[in-house]
C-alpha cells in the first residue's frame, strides 16, 4: 500500500495556491512537529504521579507543568522557530505574543491557537484537542498587532485541528475540501488516512451539555425535545452524545453525522466558546465538509471580531441539523439571541 505522509500531501497541494512560495506548508508542517511532540506528552500523562517532578518526564528536575501549558509552549516554540509567523494568539494568553525575531521578519501570517481544547479531560484518559487557524497578515511589516487577528473568519487562509484520541490525527483545511491524516507512530508521520472529508446532510447524534438545559434559550430547549421524539421517518429519537472535548465531539459528529451546539446559557450570555481559535477553525471545517457553523442565526465565519477572546454561542454540523436548530431559535429566541 501507498502511504502518503503529510509533508508529501502539503508539497503536492502546493500548486493549489499558484502564488504561495511555500510559506503556508512550511507552517503546517510547524504545526505538525508540534502536535507530535504534544502527543508524545498526552500519552504519557497518566505516569505524572508515577514518574513524578524528578522522573524521566523532566530530566532538569523543573516542576511537571500542566498539559496545556506544556502544549501552549510547544505550539509558540514550534511556531517562533519556523518563522512563518508574526504573532500568535493564544487561548493561554491574555494578549497577542508579537514575534521580532530576524527569521520571522518577512513573516505573512498570524495564527490563533486553542493549543488544548478539552482541558477538563486531561487527567482521565479522554480525548483532547488542539485547534488551529492561519490567517494572513494585514498590518505591513514589524511584528504582528492585534489588529491581524480582527478578521473575519471568511479570511482565514487555513484552519484544522489536531486530536489527541486513541489514535491521533490532525484534520485541516485550506479552502479546498477537508483532509484528515492520521499519526502512525511506528515511522512517526502523519499518515493520508481520511482524503477528502465530507460529513452528512442529516445525522442521528446531538452533542450538548444537557446539565446546563434550564439556562438555555427556549429555542435550544424545544429543539433537544424535537431531537427525542419519536419518529422513524426522521431517525427520531437521535443518540446524545457528549464528551465535553469540543475537538473530540465535532470530529466524531463530523465522521458520523450530527450537531454539536453551545449555546448561550444564563451563566455564559454570550456563550463559552471562543470566536477566533475554537469556532472559526472548526466552523471553516465544517464548512468545506459539506456541513454548517452559526451562532444560532448567523454564520459563524461572517461575525465581526472586536476581541482576541471574543465568545459566541456555536451551532455547527450537518446542515439539516443545523438548519433544523436555526429554525427552533428564530420561533421560541430570535428576540433573544445575541445579534452582533
Ligand atoms: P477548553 O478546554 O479549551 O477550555 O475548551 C473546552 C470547551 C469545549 O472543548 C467543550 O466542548 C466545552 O468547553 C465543554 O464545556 P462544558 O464543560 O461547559 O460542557
Ligand atoms: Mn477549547
Ligand atoms: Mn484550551
Known amino acids: 500500500m501507498k502511504v502518503k505522509t503529510l509533508g508529501q500531501f502539503i508539497i503536492e ?28 506528552e498526552v500519552n504519557k500523562a497518566g505516569l505524572v504521579e508515577i514518574l513524578g517532578e524528578t522522573g524521566e518526564t523532566n530530566v532538569q528536575g523543573e516542576a511537571v507543568k500542566k498539559l496545556d501549558v506544556f502544549a501552549n509552549d510547544q505550539f509558540i516554540a514550534a511556531l517562533k522557530a519556523g518563522g512563518e509567523v508574526c504573532a500568535i494568539a493564544s487561548e493561554e494568553n491574555d494578549d497577542i505574543i508579537p514575534i521580532d525575531s530576524e527569521i520571522s521578519k518577512n513573516a505573512k501570517y498570524v495564527v490563533a491557537i486553542d493549543p488544548l481544547d478539552g482541558s477538563s479531560n486531561i487527567d482521565v484518559n479522554v480525548s483532547v484537542g488542539t ?36 489514535s491521533c490525527m490532525m484534520v485541516y483545511t485550506t479552502g479546498k475540501g477537508v483532509n484528515g491524516f492520521t499519526l502512525d507512530p511506528s515511522i512517526g508521520e502523519f499518515c493520508l488516512s481520511h482524503p477528502n472529508m465530507h460529513t452528512k446532510l442529516q445525522g442521528t447524534i446531538y452533542s450538548i451539555n444537557e446539565g446546563n438545559y434550564l439556562h438555555f434559550p427556549d429555542g435550544v430547549k424545544k429543539y433537544i425535545k424535537y431531537c ?20 473530540a465531539d465535532i ?11 453551545y449555546p448561550t446559557t444564563t451563566k455564559s450570555p454570550k456563550g463559552k466558546l471562543r470566536l477566533l481559535y475554537e469556532c472559526n477553525p472548526l466552523a471553516f471545517i465544517i464548512e468545506q465538509a459539506g456541513g454548517k457553523a452559526t451562532n444560532g ?37 430570535a428576540e433573544k439571541q445575541i445579534s452582533q
Not at 15 to 31: C, H, Q, T, Y
Not at 251 to 261: D, E, Q, T, V
Not at 299 to 322: A, C, K, W, Y
Open 131 to 166: 485547534i488551529f487557524s492561519i490567517y494572513r497578515r494585514t498590518t505591513l511589516s514589524g511584528p504582528g498587532t492585534l489588529e491581524d487577528f480582527m478578521q473575519r473568519g471568511t479570511e482565514q487562509v487555513a484552519g484544522g485541528y489536531i486530536i489527541y484520541g486513541s
Open 13 to 40: 497541494k502546493q500548486n493549489d495556491f499558484p502564488f504561495a512560495k511555500g510559506e503556508l506548508s512550511r507552517l503546517l508542517r510547524d504545526i505538525g512537529i508540534a502536535a507530535k511532540i504534544v502527543n508524545r
Open 228 to 247: 427525542q421524539e419519536e419518529d422513524k421517518a426522521t431517525n427520531r429519537p437521535y443518540s446524545s452524545r457528549y464528551i465535553g472535548s469540543g475537538v
Open 251 to 261: 470530529h466524531r459528529n463530523l465522521i458520523n453525522g450530527g450537531i454539536y451546539i
Open 297 to 333: 442565526e448567523k454564520r459563524i465565519m461572517e461575525l465581526d471580531i472586536n476581541e482576541l477572546h471574543q465568545r459566541t454561542p456555536l451551532f455547527l454540523g450537518s446542515s439539516e441539523m443545523v438548519d433544523k436548530a436555526m429554525e427552533f431559535m428564530a420561533t421560541y429566541s
